[in-house]
Antibody, heavy 121, light 110 residues
């Protein structure tokens, strides 16, 4: 059974960089059939797609966050990571990692449990 | 950016009754529409993709319909475990320009 697990600091100071890692187990991140994405959800609000990465390193980002986001992959560790720079209180959210296919099956079918990141001094 | 609008914001339904949730896209997304269920403190769970195809393990009481800009999720007979928030998501473009979610519909016990 595929499992995804987010890890990283739960508290980040304003203007600093948020860094999270997603560890994939029960399957290979190097599968040719899937991308790996990040989605976030501010407390009490809806979902926002941040971006996605393929095992080869090909990335797609939400234009609204593109200038601040970097997603990378480490196939040797079966992990992918998110960096979000210059954070503000508006970046406080539960951050999820998830798997998705592409083309007509580009839906998020496996999710991590999510990790709350609070931006505060 | 394609804006997804869900209605109603909250739906009060008695157990055993039918629930009908709506999702409207600001422009056509063909059938590239998914529905997710989210319970408090949990990650979303994929219910429906391709507007009408149930994901693996999803009970038959969940059904999706629609295409273009108007979509519906129907839960034929609500069970206690179905009370949750439901989100629609469009994934109309590949490669993705921006994928967007609706704001959610909360299905609560009447």
């Amino acid at each position: 059974q595929l499992q995804l697990q987010e890890s990283g600091p739960g508290l980040v100071k304003p203007s600093e960089t948020l860094s999270l890692t997603c560890t994939v187990s029960g399957g290979s991140i190097s599968s040719s059939s899937y991308y790996w994405g990040w989605i976030r959800q501010p407390p009490g609000k809806g979902l926002e797609w941040i971006g996605s990465i393929y095992y080869s390193g090909s990335t797609y980002y939400n234009p609204s966050l593109k200038s601040r986001v970097t997603i990378s992959v480490d196939t040797s560790k079966n992990q992918f990571s998110l960096k979000l720079s210059s954070v503000t209180a508006a970046d406080t959210a539960v951050y999820y990692c998830a798997r998705h296919g592409f083309n007509i099956v580009a839906t998020f079918d496996y999710w991590g449990q999510g990790t709350l990141v609070t931006v505060s001094s | 950016e394609i804006v997804m609008t869900q209605s109603p914001a909250t739906l009060s339904v008695s157990p055993g009754e039918r629930a009908t949730l709506s999702c409207r896209a600001s422009q056509s997304v063909s059938s590239n529409l998914a529905w997710y269920q989210q319970k408090p403190g949990q990650a979303p769970r994929l219910l429906i993709y391709g507007a009408s195809t149930r994901a693996t393990g999803i009970p038959a009481r969940f059904s999706g319909s629609g295409s273009g800009t108007e979509f519906t999720l129907t839960i034929s007979s609500l069970q206690s475990e179905d009370f949750a928030v439901y989100y629609c998501q469009q994934y109309n473009n590949w490669p993705p320009e921006v994928w967007t979610f609706g704001q959610g519909t909360k299905v609560e016990i009447k």
